[in-house]
């Protein structure tokens, strides 16, 4: 099979399990619904009680959980890639915490700000994620050789430290309220309430999308070594800044609209390894699909497991991560 | 014959303020020309490939390739004409060797490209040259410390350049691959007409295989020219501080270096402040 076939093929199998999973997912929930009734356009909008269910109360959950799984899980491909580090993850370099920190000012500073109809936790936390990404970008990029991907790491898992710092100290002058909602941010959530913030975080992910499908080859040569990689061709310094600012700045499009729901970027793309290999042609897509599959089920599981009671699906991932990591380290050693 | 690549009076420092690490090395690689570079740990034997690569461009002077300035040349448009052997490669994640190869197809290939049957017979000679053939599909990280540098020079062989640089290729082999390593590079220049720039510590190697050296020390250049006007006693205790006894095989030409003893420093002997 040709190489362009076996990318093709792979990539397709994970694209019809995740649609899969993005249409059953929906049908699931405190009223059964059918997928053939919701879906048949014979039947008028007004006495589809089943289309509206789908369509209005659970499909944009379902979309915000596809879009979110699959940047995330995308970001920590490309991440662990760069960093040459396979148990880097889309937060290992100091979005979330900024993002979080953002979220956390937004709650207890009581801002009503409001733009383009994005509500101010998630602009709050993005505008927290820039911060980050470019405090780390900065420091980086300080020396006079592109971006020094030791620094990288440092600087960010310095960041994150002091970013997390910084929300404890707000977290104990906040009232208890505040800081109650700011927590539950923080535990990720895919509750929205339409389609409006998965159409807002979606451009940047977008773009980010546009620069990944540029970056598999150069990726894999990145994950045999800098310096072999440039005498192959691949110009370090701009294929470093492509891939660091566009996985950033997906992150953090997804966590304003998710929270940082922690685990997806790393489970995900080393699950896809196990199955299909390290080339990142295959590995980058897979991921991200994969991701959306997983951050769907997860959510199910999240709304559905001690219903009526939602468990947060952030905590959902996390039970099912954390072991695994620990597995994963194990194995490593 | 022309020169393929020439470094002109290249000097190299890797910060600001910090000592030259190269210094005003002039280095000529004729078309199929097979070139030793020698010198002890921390010469910048390293550092001059990379100026001869591209992957650093110099402080001062310039690299020619051909007649174009490396430093104006794309990255990609260099690694088509100069392929280079690290001296270790490590994987953050696992390849079959096969996929290690194909890499070497990057610079051929445009940005959503994907390596179609001529790449993957031009991989599939670069292994049969290499005699790895049989380990194509085997996982790059399971095979042995030779058959990890062999699989290596392939991928450089499936950039299909016209230079080949290799940094210590057989640094860290025992002496069956050492053999073998330097058998490959004899026959890759002899009769593929690769031009091959090698820096290694095996003085036999070099003067085995090699037909001219650049002796380095201190990032300067001691001595340069033809491996046996090149390869004395004199040199390589400069060199090294190291006494050799250099023979020539008088039916072979072929020359080997012994090395006797550590030879005592000058700035000792003067000073007498070891008394012997």
């Not at chain 1, 290999?277 to 959510?299: M, N, Q, T, Y």
């Not at chain 2, 004729?30 to 001869?52: D, E, F, H, Q, W």
């Not at chain 2, 599939?124 to 540098?149: C, M, N, V, W, Y």
């Amino acid at each position: 099979m040709s190489i362009r076939r076996r990318i093709l093929t792979v990539v397709a199998a994970f694209a019809v399990f995740a649609i899969a999973v993005m249409l059953w997912a929906p049908t699931v929930g405190s009223t059964s619904i059918s997928l053939t009734r919701a879906l048949d356009r014979s039947i008028p909008w007004e006495s589809n009680v089943d289309a509206q269910i789908f369509f209005v109360a659970r499909l944009p959950r379902v979309l915000a959980g596809a879009l979110v799984g699959a940047t995330l899980a995308a970001a920590g491909v490309v991440l662990q890639a760069l960093l040459r580090n396979p148990l880097a993850t889309p937060f290992t370099l100091g979005v979330s915490a900024g993002a979080s920190l953002g979220a956390m000012l937004a709650v207890t500073m009581q801002l009503e700000l409001s733009l383009l109809g994005i509500t101010s936790i998630p602009l709050a936390s993005f505008a927290g994620s820039l911060v980050a990404t470019g405090i780390v970008y900065a420091l980086a990029s300080s020396q006079r050789r592109g971006l020094s991907t030791n620094v990288l790491l440092l600087a960010g898992v310095t960041l994150n430290s002091f970013f997390s710092a910084l929300i404890l100290f707000v977290q104990y002058l906040a009232d208890f309220a505040e800081a109650l909602r700011a927590i539950r941010w923080m535990m990720g959530g895919l509750d929205v309430a339409d389609y409006f913030p998965i159409l807002a975080a979606l451009p940047f992910i977008v773009v980010a999308f546009a620069v990944f499908a540029m970056l598999p080859r150069t990726l894999n040569l990145l994950s045999v070594g800098a310096e072999s990689a440039a005498a192959k061709g691949v110009d370090i310094v701009s294929a470093q800044r492509l891939a660091f600012v566009s996985a950033s700045l997906a992150t953090g499009a997804a966590v304003s609209l998710g929270g940082p729901i922690g685990f997806i970027g790393i489970i995900v793309p080393h699950l896809v390894r196990l199955m299909v290999g390290s080339d990142h042609r295959i590995v980058l897509p897979a991921s991200a699909l994969f991701g959306a599959a997983f951050l769907v089920l997860c959510d199910l599981a999240a709304r559905t497991l001690m219903s009526p009671l939602e468990i947060p699906v952030g905590v959902v991932t996390a039970l099912i991560g954390g072991p695994f990591f620990l597995w994963l380290l194990v194995k490593r050693s | 014959m022309r020169d393929l690549l020439w470094a002109d009076n290249v000097s190299f420092r890797y910060a600001p303020g910090a000592p030259l690490v190269v210094d005003g090395v002039s280095v000529r690689l004729a078309a199929g020309a097979l070139v030793g570079i020698l010198g002890p740990n921390g010469s910048g034997k390293t550092t001059l490939l990379r100026l001869l690569s591209g992957t650093r461009r110099p402080s001062s002077g310039r690299v020619l390739l051909g007649e174009r300035r490396l430093d104006q040349l794309s990255r990609r448009d260099t690694a088509r004409q100069i392929a280079v052997v690290p001296q270790e490669t490590e994987l953050a994640f696992e390849y079959r060797a096969i996929e290690i190869v194909l890499m070497g197809r990057h610079p051929h290939l445009g940005v959503f490209a994907v390596e179609g049957p001529g790449d993957i017979r031009i991989a599939e000679d670069a292994l049969a040259a290499t005699g790895t053939s049989h380990l194509a599909d085997r996982p790059f990280h399971e095979i042995s410390g030779g058959e990890k540098q062999r699989v290596v020079i392939a991928a450089a062989l499936a950039q299909s350049a016209q230079l080949l640089l290799l940094d210590e290729p057989t640094a860290s082999l025992d002496l069956r691959y050492q053999l073998e390593i330097s058998s490959l590079l004899s026959r890759l220049n002899h009769d593929h007409g690769v031009t091959m720039a090698i820096s290694t510590h095996d003085l036999n190697l070099a003067a085995s295989i090699c037909r001219e050296l650049v002796m380095m020390r201190d990032g300067r250049v001691l001595a340069a020219g033809p491996v046996a006007e090149v390869l004395t006693p004199e040199n390589v205790k400069a060199l090294y501080d190291v006494e050799a006894d250099v023979h020539v095989n008088s039916a072979t030409g072929h020359m080997t270096v012994v090395p006797v003893r550590l030879a005592t420093p000058k700035r000792v002997r003067e000073g007498g402040l070891i008394s012997r």
